[in-house]
């Protein structure tokens, strides 16, 4: 079973900063496509940042030179890095994972995502 293991999030000022992490398996890690999604109350789940097995990486326009995908190889781990965080941030941030032959870009859409972690929640006042 896929497992996706999300740490992170909580609350911050605008122009704050936060980190989001997601572990998973070596096999997921090296081989799938992996992303965050977020969802606001009353809104769709849409896609913030995807990378690829390669490192490749894309990001949403709203999040751009504000959102850095990273990773630690030795701990299958990879962050979202959230600077300059705006109230239009605030949603619940999902890690999801899609399988090596998918559309790996954030504009994929979450049908392509095959597995997802259970989420955390980002809330930035003004």
């Known amino acids: 079973q896929v497992q996706l293991v999300e740490s992170g999030g909580g609350s911050v000022q605008a122009g704050g900063s936060l980190r989001l992490s997601c572990a998973t398996s070596?096999?997921?890690?090296?081989?799938?496509?992996m992303g965050w999604f977020r969802q606001a109350p009353g809104k769709e789940r849409e896609g913030v940042a995807v990378?690829?097995?390669?490192?490749?990486?894309t990001y949403a326009d709203s999040v751009k030179g504000r959102f850095t995908i990273s990773q630690d190889n030795a701990k299958n781990t990879r962050y979202l890095q959230m600077n300059s965080l705006k109230p239009e941030d605030t949603a619940r941030y999902y890690c999801?994972?899609?399988?090596?032959?998918?559309?790996?870009?954030?504009?994929?859409?979450?049908?392509?995502?095959?597995?997802w972690g259970q989420g955390t929640q980002v809330t930035v006042s003004s």
């Open positions: 070596t096999y997921i890690y090296r081989t799938y496509c």
């Open positions: 999801a994972a899609a399988p090596p032959w998918s559309d790996c870009t954030v504009v994929a859409g979450r049908d392509v995502f095959r597995y």
């Open positions: 990378i690829d097995s390669g490192g490749s990486t």
